[in-house]
């Protein structure tokens, strides 16, 4: 029996998908070969290398691009800088972006690196990854319109004595508790406030500790001990990231519980970690990136603030402190490390 004909119905709705595809992916490559055919250029602004363990070559970044259909060497390139652990760099690191002719600069180097990127160029699209509150520090006119030519994801203050809170339901209060911070970074003052007020409110004495490079690690551990700190609180700042195994070797030898901002650190030793997921964030803004290559602008595309955060706790690491972590805080959490 010779087989029933299509119907025309069918007939039209599979060239209208196959007419539809041909035409979406034309488009796709007439976008991603800009520029008689140059891939597009894409320029990181980070804090550190990635061999350092920072965010200067974020993998899920990179993997999340590659979904939406960009691949290194082929439509798209990267020109990565890093300032080696000096925010005093990142002025002359934006400028030399500026000049690799990039076409979006993605800024792992929280605030300060987003403020170096958007005086550097007024027209390069900005998009930011892990950074503090950019309406406060003037680098979008609102959150919901950014009104130049800086978007992407930005963290709130009003978590910043969170670290506090969890260091006292663990049972540090009853001393000092430390609180390391990165001075060279534009929101030193207002982290300092914020943690002024949390440790105000909650009873706590508080030491902060100012540091302005990796070098001065073992100083800073050395203030940490001459106080007797019951515990070390290490919030989201990109040199402290980038120092984390440092930090982690130096609080298990001055025998201080570590409460971290990142899950990173409660698996690498830190008792309570509780903040975003860092993958999470580095994934949305490649689809910022990706739009803004695909012709959006950034004075449109709304600033996003996570709305999830993780609470793991290291209960390996909580023995070896002596830390008492309580059933409650281990029914809120979201990962427990045995």
């Not at 925010?87 to 993605?106: F, G, H, K, S, T």
């Not at 929101?187 to 302005?212: F, I, K, S, T, W």
């Amino acid at each position: 029996m010779a087989p029933t004909p299509a119907r025309p119905s069918c007939m039209r709705r599979r060239a209208f998908v196959a007419a539809g595809a041909a035409s979406w992916l034309a488009a796709s490559g007439a976008r991603a070969q800009a520029d008689g055919g140059r891939p597009r250029k894409v320029g990181f602004l980070a804090f550190s290398r990635p061999s350092e363990g920072g965010l200067a070559g974020p993998d899920p970044f990179v993997d999340a691009l590659r979904q939406l259909g960009w691949s290194e060497g082929r439509n798209i390139v990267f020109e990565h800088r890093s300032s080696e652990g000096r925010n005093e760099r990142l002025p002359e690191l934006a400028a030399d972006l500026v000049r690799a002719q990039v076409d979006v600069i993605v800024v792992t180097s929280g605030a300060t690196g987003a403020k170096a990127a958007r005086e550097a160029s007024s027209r390069i699209p900005v998009v930011m990854a892990v950074v503090a509150d950019p309406l406060k520090f003037g680098l979008v006119a609102s959150f919901a319109r950014p009104g130049g030519n800086v978007t992407g994801v930005a963290l709130p203050l009003v978590d910043w004595g969170k670290w506090l809170e969890l260091a006292k339901e663990c049972g540090r209060g009853s001393r000092p508790v430390a609180v390391i911070a990165n001075s060279t970074n534009i929101v030193y003052a207002d982290y300092v406030a914020r943690n002024q007020e949390a440790a105000q409110r909650l009873g706590l004495q508080l030491q902060m500790v100012p540091l302005a490079s990796a070098e001065a690690l073992p100083d800073a551990f050395a203030a940490i001990r001459r106080v007797n700190a019951g515990a070390l609180i290490v919030g989201p700042d990109p040199l402290l990231f980038a120092s984390m195994q440092r930090i982690l070797e130096l609080a298990r030898a001055s025998r201080v519980p570590v409460f971290a901002s990142n899950r990173r650190y409660a698996e690498q030793g830190a008792v309570v970690s509780f903040g975003t997921d860092l993958n999470f964030v580095l994934r949305r803004a490649a689809s910022y990136v990706d739009r803004i290559l695909r012709g959006a602008s950034p004075a449109d595309l709304p600033v996003e603030q996570p709305e999830r955060f993780e609470l793991v706790v290291n209960l390996s690491a909580a023995r070896e402190f002596g830390v008492a972590v309580p059933q409650s805080l281990l029914l809120r959490a979201d990962a427990v490390i045995q």
